[in-house]
């Protein structure tokens, strides 16, 4: 499709960012693919008059894409929390110790419950025994 | 879903939380946030300012003399009085801090709308119909979200998550924050509806607040979520929310934004739980990330050959 750096930069970035099983409408990675096949597509295919003029905007559009693209490999490497990283007890909250702990367990098995444990989940929440 | 306390015990506590401020000086606010004195509430709003809680104004006589003439003597009785009545106070004590920092979130998108109150003038309409107001917050400066009431209630929920996940460090009384907190910004809200939006309908305004409750159950999972699991989970679910899912996203803007953040948790982990139950905090400007974005990563210098991404779901390799 394109030569060009940025887009096999953005293939490789978008490839390793992480699958969402919650929201399979709505992930970053194909919005994203679909944004630069839509701008790269259009630049190669589009017909300027002038191949200097071509160049310099090609020039301009790959440095800011690389920038795009060098901000989704810092979030993928985790620079800002590895930058800022949490030493203090925020992750085992004194009111809930195993509260992010449970929440992913509960993130990772709901996708697969079926209707039937779902209701029953409602219901035990709701009638809470001591 | 609003916690009832009488009209004395208002007046009570939005006395007190008046005199909880210290005089300290102003901290360099170079961190994401910093332990300073809250700006002192001035007691006679302008005459285009909006009413800002349902709460019935103080005595102005007793706001005047507020708290630059605070005598030692009744902190000391305050705080003895605490000792004493122990964790019964905790409630009215809690409303009164979380007022003043949910005040701190509410002003990071701030907006206004000129044309409100006057009849004869129409408000000016976004794309998607949303009434489109003034706003000089580096949200809609720099990152150029529309100052309308769906960016404002994002970025405040925003904030009040960071602040709600340190209230969950509270070994006693964590729901009793987080939910005064809620509180201050639902009222909120709703006052900004029908001053700023004309919503007079009861019915129209609680559906909206109805999704707005929503909204902010569905952001604490994932904004937890991504807290867990790493940058990129926190930066698609700022995406969703704050951006809702736009296609012409600048990823530098998202970086900025999950770097703030975690400057911040890092910054509230950092204070003990004084300091926040006596709302001495202040927000820093996510504008001081963009130098860490910035920084070339070294995933841009790997040769593609020898470190090819993993196949996409549509088939493609890089």
Known sequence: MSKSIAYKHYLRALSRWPKDNLRPECQFQDVMQRRIDRRFLLASSSNTPNAAQAVANSAIDEKVELGQVNAIYSLLENRYSR?????????????????????????????DRSWFSRQVNKWKGFLRFQ | ?????????????????????????RLNTSRAFSSTVARPLEPNPGPNATPRT??????????????KAQTPVSIKAAAGLKKVAGRATETYTAYGSTELLYKECAVQADYSIPQAGKDEQETPKTESGEDLGVGSGWWHTELGLQPTFSTWSQVTMLHMYL????????????????????DHFFYDAENRMIVNHNMQARGTRNKYLKDMFIQWRGLLAAYDEGLVKGDAVLAAAVWRNVFKANEDVNIKDLAQIVSYMRRALKGLDSIPDETLMSAQLQFGSPKDEASVVALRSKMMDLPFEKAPGKPLPGGKKA
């Open chain 1, 83 to 111: 930058k800022y990283p949490i030493t203090g007890s925020l992750m085992q909250p004194a009111s809930n110790p195993t509260h992010y702990t449970d929440l992913v367990k509960e993130l990772e098995e709901a996708p």
């Open chain 2, 1 to 25: 879903m609003a916690s009832k306390t009488c009209a004395s015990c208002l007046r009570t506590l939005h006395r007190q939380s008046r005199s909880i401020t210290p005089r300290a000086s």
């Open chain 2, 54 to 67: 349902s709460i019935p104004p103080v005595d102005p006589a007793r706001a005047e003399g507020g708290p």
């Open chain 2, 163 to 182: 602040i709600a996940v340190r209230f969950r460090c509270f070994p006693h009384g964590n729901q009793t924050w987080q939910q005064h907190l809620l």
